[in-house]
């Protein structure tokens, strides 16, 4: 960096703790305002310090709830945390309501703590490119944990993975019901399983048959995921969730090349997914534009197929100027 | 970063300060709004001023609407008006509801809340006026 005085105003007013331009900033990222990319710029060095968990689950398991929790644990032991809560916008209305802000064990004065909600907007997936910005934002503005919750269904979970560097999967009891979830992927993704809700009958059931799962499988990439027991509603089990995160990222940390070959590949993701917008962009401007009508013409009439047609624009948008620029 | 199709959606926030446990009227109103395209931020029961206004900080909100059955809203409601001046917050509009007698009614619009809706209010009014009165993005 030369200097913080060619910082954009946002960027050194982010940077200096002002809590209102940094949710101000995090609203021109979800609202896709072109006004922010300069302060993005601006402050993407001064992201990466952030250790980034992510929470997914099925719908109503406590992920909140666990949430609120560490939330609270980790400000006992000092440490800043901040929350993104991502919900699912109804693909109805476009509005949502988002997650009951549970807070209770919250002072408002406290500036180590910072939570936003987030709807998804009907983006693909529920950890979109704006999901990664706003962690980047708080990230920037120096908080050491980000907890990420995601909507609790299907598919998207998934996508955890590519902004977190610790996934924790939260379930219930009667992991029957659950099975269905763990083949749509959420077995995969977790570094840590949570089972939540302790209090209800079961719960060690639950976690000896997960844990004997997790035994049967291969490690991934080295880590064997932990299984952890605990009730956000009475706060048991929190301190050891925290000890098994803790001890994720440590294994992380461990080998150098480690934590760096993880994210790289989550960059290479988000790379490709920012290539894809702007040609998924482009594509949609090709289409709308009438003296372009041809393409769907044909395509229509069964004159051409879809793929030819595809072929055909992908070509004249950007085949053209790639060759100009070779030799 | 591709242009959004349709303008953003108002950001609005529910609270309800106070100690009544009853907030039926609240979830229905946020609802609504929701149904109506809005991001809906609820903050759920016994939020006190201070919180109700960080979370809005935080939530970056277009609206604040405030509901409230104890009987204390004219001890709650200016609080969490003085405490928005404090941090200067002077462009979100504060929206009020529950069972505010007449006369308090008249004294909250005249410090500042915009809207106060009784217990009769139908939603689409409610829904209108939020739309009417939220903040515009910059
Ligand atoms: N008995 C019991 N109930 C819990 C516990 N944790 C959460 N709950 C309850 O479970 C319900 C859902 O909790 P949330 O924390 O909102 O769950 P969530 O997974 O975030 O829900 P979604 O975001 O809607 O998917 C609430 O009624 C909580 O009070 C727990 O440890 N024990
Ligand atoms: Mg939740």
């Not at chain 1, 919900?87 to 919250?106: M, T, Y």
Request: hydrophobic share 45%.
């Amino acid at each position: 960096m030369t200097g913080g005085a060619r910082l954009p105003a946002a960027a050194r007013a982010l940077l200096s703790g002002d809590r209102r331009a940094l949710a101000r900033l995090m609203t021109q990222v979800e609202n896709h305002d072109p006004a922010v990319l300069p302060v993005l710029r601006a402050l993407y060095p001064k992201t990466g310090r952030a250790h980034v968990i992510g929470l997914a689950g099925p719908l109503g398991v406590g992920k909140s709830s666990v949430v609120n929790a560490l939330l609270a644990h980790l400000r006992k032991l000092g440490t800043t945390v901040a929350v993104v809560a991502v919900d699912p916008s109804s693909p109805f209305s476009g509005g949502s309501v988002l997650g009951d802000r549970i807070r209770l064990e919250r002072d408002p004065g406290d500036a180590g703590v910072f939570i936003r909600s987030m709807a998804s907007r009907g983006r693909a997936g529920g950890v979109s490119a704006a999901t990664r910005e706003v962690v980047r934002l708080l990230d920037a503005a120096g908080f050491s944990v980000i907890l990420v919750e995601t909507v609790g269904s299907g598919q998207v979970d998934i996508e955890i993975r590519d902004i977190a560097s610790t996934s924790v999967v939260v379930l219930v009891p009667h992991l029957g019901d659950e099975v269905q979830t763990l083949k749509a992927g959420l077995f995969e993704i977790a570094d840590v399983f949570c089972v939540n809700k302790a209090d209800l009958a079961g719960a060690d059931l639950a976690a000896r048959d997960l844990s004997e799962l997790v035994g049967l499988g291969a490690p991934r990439d080295g880590w064997r995921p932990a299984v952890v027991v605990a009730s956000a509603r009475d706060g048991t089990g929190i301190s050891e969730l925290w000890t098994a995160i803790a001890a994720h990222e440590k294994f992380l940390d461990a080998d150098p090349k480690r934590r760096a070959a993880a994210e790289r590949t989550r960059l290479a993701t988000e790379l490709v997914e920012l290539v894809r917008e702007r040609y998924t962009e482009s594509a949609r401007e090709e289409l709308s534009e009438a003296s372009r009508s041809h393409w769907l013409d044909d395509v229509a009439a069964r004159r051409t197929d879809p793929r030819t047609a595809a072929d055909g624009i992908f070509e004249r948008q950007h085949a053209p100027k790639a060759r100009r620029r070779r030799p | 970063m591709p242009k959004a199709a349709t303008p953003p959606p108002i950001r609005v926030l529910i609270a309800k300060p106070g100690l009544d446990g009853h907030d039926r009227g609240a979830k229905v109103v946020a609802r609504a709004l929701r149904d109506a395209g809005m991001e809906v931020i609820y903050a759920g029961l016994r939020q006190t001023p201070e919180e109700i206004v960080e979370s809005a900080i935080e939530e970056d909100v277009d609206l604040i609407g405030l509901s409230c059955l104890s009987g204390a809203h004219m001890a709650l409601f200016p609080r969490v008006l003085k405490l928005l001046q404090a941090r200067k917050v002077r462009d979100v509009p504060v929206f009020a509801g529950g069972i505010i007698p007449d006369d308090d009614a008249k004294k909250l619009r005249r410090i500042g809340i915009k809207a106060v809706f009784g217990p009769g209010t139908t939603l689409e009014e409610i829904v209108r006026t939020a739309r009417g009165i939220a903040r515009r993005p910059a």
